[in-house]
């Protein structure tokens, strides 16, 4: 019986949380169990997601299977791109170098600032009025 090796990261964005699964495979992408170009129409997105894969060369190595929940588009992009990352490195100690060179490994920690009492939003303010 052969065991088939899976590596498992978690990636965050924002509000958005991705568990990201990699077999040794001929590169085929779910996320949440659609087809990849489906899920992400914009270029950008997709893109941005097989950044890690392009700069360690495994683009057609590895089959991903990813589930998303929260946030939006952007965000979720974003967060498969860092659980594919740190499922790479898990994957190779050599990839984990030319990854954290390109700065993949990094969680990117912005996050949306809670709305102020008297306030708009959460930098905006009410007009001023003298009289």
């Given at each position: 019986?052969?065991?088939?090796?899976?590596?498992?990261?978690?990636?965050r964005?924002?509000?958005?949380?991705?568990?990201?699964?990699?077999?040794?495979?001929?590169?085929?992408?779910?996320?949440?169990?659609?087809a990849?170009?489906?899920?992400f129409?914009?270029?950008?997105?997709?893109?941005?997601?097989?950044?890690?894969?392009?700069?360690?060369?495994?683009?057609?190595?590895?089959?991903?299977?990813?589930?998303?929940?929260?946030?939006?588009?952007?965000?979720?992009?974003?967060?498969?791109k860092?659980?594919?990352?740190?499922?790479?490195?898990?994957?190779?100690?050599d990839?984990?170098?030319?990854?954290?060179?390109?700065?993949?490994?990094?969680?990117?920690?912005?996050?949306?600032?809670?709305?102020k009492?008297?306030?708009?939003?959460?930098?905006?303010?009410?007009?001023?009025?003298?009289?």
């Open positions: 019986m052969v065991e088939i090796v899976k590596y498992a990261a978690t990636g964005r924002k509000s958005a949380i991705a568990r990201v699964n990699i077999i040794p495979g001929t590169g085929a992408i779910k996320i949440n169990k659609r990849f170009d489906d899920y129409p914009a270029e950008t997105d997709r893109m941005k997601v097989l950044a890690p894969l392009e700069i360690t060369h495994n683009v057609d190595k590895f089959d991903i299977i990813a589930k998303v929940s929260g946030g939006g588009i952007a965000g979720q992009a974003d967060a498969v860092l659980g594919l990352s740190r499922a790479l490195s898990l994957c190779d100690a990839m984990r170098t030319v990854l954290k060179k390109a700065k993949f490994l990094r969680r990117d920690a912005r996050i949306k600032e809670r709305q009492p008297g306030q708009k939003g959460a930098r905006k303010k009410f007009q001023w009025v003298k009289r």
